[in-house]
Nanobody
Framework: VQLRESGGGSAQPGGSLRLSCVASGDISGITDMAWYRQVAGNERALVAS???????KYADSVKGRFTISRDNTKTTMILQMNNLKPEDTALYYCNAEVDYYYLGDLETYESWGQGTQVTVSS
């Protein structure tokens, strides 16, 4: 599975951006998907996740401001970011967990996109 993010860019505090993640390849095994972000020098941190059953989870810092969603075909995941703050500035990554069978056993691997930069400043 290959993931490609788009929609990053610059915004002023209080503004909005919409990130998209498009999956390609053998998408049939995709289960959970998520957005992570990373600031230089820090570890990659979970922003929001959405499971195959549609349930969602958010980092405390983005609750009430960000919304994660995905379409039923599993090909597209969206992160709607509202009321952006300077501390949201980071490189945002799309992540997917992919199930597959190897010699009869269920295995899982993670796929990552290349990242899209979000910069929030006045």
């Amino acid at each position: 599975v290959q993931l490609r993010e788009s929609g990053g860019g610059s915004a002023q505090p209080g503004g909005s951006l919409r990130l998209s993640c498009v999956a390609s390849g053998d998408i049939s095994g995709i289960t959970d998907m998520a957005w992570y972000r990373q600031v230089a020098g820090n570890e990659r941190a979970l922003v929001a996740s959405i499971r195959s059953d549609g349930s969602t989870k958010y980092a405390d810092s983005v609750k009430g401001r960000f919304t994660i969603s995905r379409d039923n075909t599993k090909t597209t995941m969206i992160l709607q970011m509202n009321n952006l703050k300077p501390e949201d500035t980071a490189l945002y990554y799309c992540n997917a967990e992919v199930d597959y069978y190897y010699l009869g056993d269920l295995e899982t691997y993670e796929s990552w996109g290349q990242g899209t930069q979000v910069t929030v400043s006045s």
